[in-house]
């Protein structure tokens, strides 16, 4: 059953061409409340051309956003929020082409800070100091991670809204500040879903599996790629019942609940990146992905992104990486 959280949506028009005016409608949905796009979040950019266009791309922070339609006419997209993201006015920029013409419009919205929980746990001394084999392991695991974390694949696995991957109960602890023993340790990078042991493990979207492995934190872990810089993460399994290089469709079952690597119950660790950015993974079950942007009678946040066109061509303002049709 999918969950439902609240949901901030912004509507306004932007003008893509300097010609013959179109306006593009583009909506930002991101889960927040008081009208705050926040560290963290997942926001869902939502296009729509009353002309067909022929490609739409963006960038948001230095990265491509990749924008995907099935009909030149609806597009769809989404950008994070990392955990540590700098709070500050932010630019999405978008860029159309259509009938010969690129043009390109920025939108602008603020990004605000997000009050993280503080966790204080005390574990035996082996799980929280390492000698040297130990760290070696622990740095060459966190290595393959950060590598999966910086990969962008251009094809786009996932389609729709995406699953809760799992019966349970969700912790809302993403980004908590964990002090073990008395020693700070990273922010805990994901949600914990606590389930019984053996309970099935379902991807939360179609994907394509790039790892499967056995780590000292993690324990027996599945990374699903769902393609175009996002990827979800699965720790703790007590069985794992996909195979490295594998495609799975939303909903096929990736493995079963445990308590493997550092874990004290059986739990589901399950986490996200999204073009580089650690972000909340159960803001995806807040995304209406599979709804059609609707402008008539949509409400205005109390903080708006506000939309203007941008002077120059398209190669002045968007890099060369974003080239091509």
Do not use: C
């Amino acid at each position: 059953m999918k969950q439902i959280l609240s949901t901030l949506i912004l509507v306004f028009a932007v003008l893509l061409y300097s010609g013959n005016v179109e306006a593009l409608d583009v909506q930002l949905e991101a889960p927040g409340k008081g009208g705050a796009v926040k560290q963290g979040d997942v926001i869902l950019v939502k296009a729509k051309s009353p002309a067909p266009l022929t490609r739409l791309s963006g960038e948001f922070d230095g990265k491509r956003v990749y924008f995907e339609s099935e009909d030149g006419r609806d597009f769809s997209a989404l950008i994070g929020m990392d955990l540590n993201q700098k709070v500050q006015e932010y630019d999405l920029y978008i860029f159309g082409r259509g009938d010969g013409e690129l043009n390109q419009s920025v939108l602008s919205f603020n990004v605000h800070s997000r009050n993280y929980k503080v966790e204080r746990l005390t574990l035996p001394d082996k799980m929280v100091t390492y000698d040297d084999v130990t760290l070696k392991r622990i740095k060459r695991e966190s290595h393959s991670l950060q590598e999966i974390r910086k990969n962008v694949s251009r094809k786009r696995w996932w389609n729709g809204d995406f699953l809760m991957p799992v019966k349970g109960k969700l912790t809302p602890n993403f980004g908590a500040r964990r002090i073990l023993n008395g020693i700070k340790k990273n922010p805990h990078s994901g949600v914990d879903v606590k389930a019984y042991s053996g309970t099935r493990i379902r991807s939360s979207n179609g994907g394509k599996v790039v790892l499967v492995d056995n780590h000292y934190f993690g324990g027996k872990v599945v990374v699903i790629d769902h393609g175009q810089g996002l990827s979800t993460i699965y720790m703790h399994l007590s069985r794992i019942l996909v195979n490295h290089g594998e495609e799975v469709a939303k909903g096929d079952i990736l493995g079963l609940v445990g308590a493997t690597g550092r874990a004290t119950g059986p739990h589901l660790h399950w986490a996200a990146y999204l073009n580089g950015a650690k972000v909340d993974p159960s803001a995806l079950l807040a995304l209406s992905i599979d709804d059609k942007i609707v402008v008539e009678g949509s409400t205005i946040s109390s903080d708006p992104a506000r939309g203007r066109q941008i002077e120059g061509n398209a190669d002045s303002i968007m890099p060369e990486r974003l080239g091509g049709t």
